[in-house]
């Protein structure tokens, strides 16, 4: 099946320090999606990217759709202790859409 | 704002063992999915539904039958459990394809001895 890989697999910053984390893919993704998880809840979408070459961003978070279209980026600057959990790269499968495939994730704390 | 809602958030089966996670939407999506997610692993797709009585295997279908017979329902059956599908459940909606904005449930953890 489709593989996500992200790096790194996880995380543990001090307060207020910048991050980076990226998403690979095998395939070209026309769709990449950024999903972050807080401790015991379901995960929730931070940013869409629809095309290659694009850079969007949501408040501190900034994420980039890769060129090839098989990998993607997302930035978190000067992180706060509520940016704890876990963040996952997704996309659709490009034939139908109906079917997200989502990353590893990788496991972020902040050390206050 | 309900949302998707899961039932029930804990549950313990032994082998053999049957029961069905209940989903339920009140955003009058047409999408509908379910993922389990282990440790380390991600989430991966068990099955999906694009509407009502239409539904379809995702990555991991094995061991696992779904269901749609209504927009707002989309129940998981595990006839058989094993402590394989010992994980975490989420069922998941969304409005149409290609947008890639799921609405995930709080989640179902089952764990099969």
């Known amino acids: 099946g489709q593989q996500l890989n992200q790096s790194p697999q996880s995380m543990f910053i001090q307060e207020g320090e910048d991050v980076s984390m990226n998403c690979t893919s095998s395939s070209i993704f026309n769709t990449w999606l950024w999903y972050k998880q807080d401790p015991g809840e379901g995960p929730v979408l931070l940013i869409a990217?629809?095309?290659?070459?694009e850079l969007t961003s949501n408040g501190r978070l900034t994420a980039q759709f890769g060129i090839t279209r098989k990998d993607s980026f997302l930035n978190i600057s000067a992180s706060i202790p509520s940016d704890v959990g876990i963040y996952f790269c997704a996309g659709p499968r490009s034939n139908t859409g109906n079917q997200f495939y989502f990353g590893t994730g990788t496991s972020l704390t902040v050390i206050p | 704002n309900a949302g998707v809602t899961q039932t029930p958030k804990f549950r313990i089966l032994k082998i053999g063992q049957s029961m069905t996670l209940q989903c339920a939407q009140d955003?009058?999506?047409?999408?509908m999915y379910w993922y389990r997610q282990d440790p380390g692993m991600g989430l991966k797709l068990i099955y999906y539904?694009?509407?009502?009585?239409?539904?379809d295997k995702g990555e991991v279908p094995n061991g696992y039958n779904v269901s749609r017979s209504t927009t707002e329902d989309f129940p998981l059956r595990l006839e058989l459990a094993a402590p394989s599908q010992t994980s975490v459940y989420f069922c998941a909606s969304s409005k149409g394809q290609f947008t890639g904005e799921l609405f995930f449930g709080e989640g179902s953890r089952l764990t099969v001895l």
């Open positions: 990217l629809y095309k290659a070459g």
């Open positions: 539904s694009v509407g009502a009585g239409i539904t």
């Open positions: 955003m009058n999506h047409n999408y």
